[in-house]
């Protein structure tokens, strides 16, 4: 208990990637309406070349134009607004180097509250 307490604190928030890195990882035939990119796994997320944390659950929204994740991040190290990088990729685990996911394509993306939606932040528990 007291080594969790001594670890950097991390928090639940919503990373909003960047547009125009989006449309170009996802190829220049992209058509939201055709295709669904949802992805569960665990991306790490960081800020200087180091981990600060991990995306739970990534989607591509077309209201809001572009990929969004929830991910758990440590928030000392990056606030709201903050410019993060995103290793796209799973790390494929046991039997492979510890440092496999620098060859991982890397999405910029920016750090905002979750939820996403201010209404849902501020409105469904006001009473």
Do not use: C
């Amino acid at each position: 208990m007291l080594a969790a307490a001594e670890r950097p604190h991390r928090e639940k928030v919503t990373l909003e990637f960047d547009r125009v890195q989006v449309r170009e990882f996802l190829g220049d035939g992209f058509d939201a309406d055709s295709v669904n990119v949802y992805s569960s796994p665990k991306h790490r997320v960081e800020v200087a070349g180091e981990l600060i944390g991990m995306t739970t659950t990534t989607a591509y929204l077309e209201p809001v134009g572009t990929m969004l994740a929830l991910a758990v991040v440590d928030t000392s190290r990056s606030p709201i607004g903050t410019v993060v990088d995103v290793a796209w990729g799973h790390h494929p685990g046991p039997g492979t180097a510890p440092d496999a996911h620098r060859a991982f394509p890397r999405l910029q993306a920016t750090v905002a509250p979750a939820p996403y939606d201010a209404h849902a932040r501020e409105r469904y528990r006001s009473n």
